[in-house]
């Protein structure tokens, strides 16, 4: 599967910006997909997983509350919605289909091109 990611942008701490990743191929529902960032001078960190069916998620602990992953298996996309912004939110946030549900960055074997989300304070 090949992944699309777009939506990034600067926004002022507190604020919120929606990243959307559009997947080609008709095999998008078997797919857990994820958001992971990675901040300049460190390792790519795990944001959120959704499981195939979009009926389970998972949020790393810093940014539980403030973020949501959905998906639209009709329309091959899975979104993140990203409420009360940090600065530390800033990254480069990459979306990754994988066949597992994992906060492993290793799991997940196709990944978009990232789209970069800068959060001033």
């Known amino acids: 599967v090949q992944l699309q990611a777009s939506g990034g942008g600067l926004v002022q701490a507190g604020g919120s910006l929606k990243l959307s990743c559009a997947a080609s191929?008709?095999?998008?529902?078997?797919?857990?997909m994820a958001w992971f960032r990675q901040a300049p001078g460190k390792v790519r960190e795990f944001v959120a997983f959704?499981?195939?069916?979009?009926?389970?998620?998972f949020y790393a602990d810093s940014v539980k509350g403030r973020f949501t992953i959905s998906r639209d298996n009709g329309k091959n996309t899975v979104s993140l919605q990203m409420n009360s912004l940090k600065p530390e939110d800033t990254a480069v946030y990459y979306c990754a289909a994988g066949s597992t549900t994992s906060q492993n960055p290793n799991e997940y074997y196709s990944w978009g091109q990232g789209t970069q989300v800068t959060v001033s304070s």
């Open positions: 191929g008709r095999t998008f529902s078997t797919y857990t």
């Open positions: 959704i499981v195939r069916s979009g009926g389970g998620t």
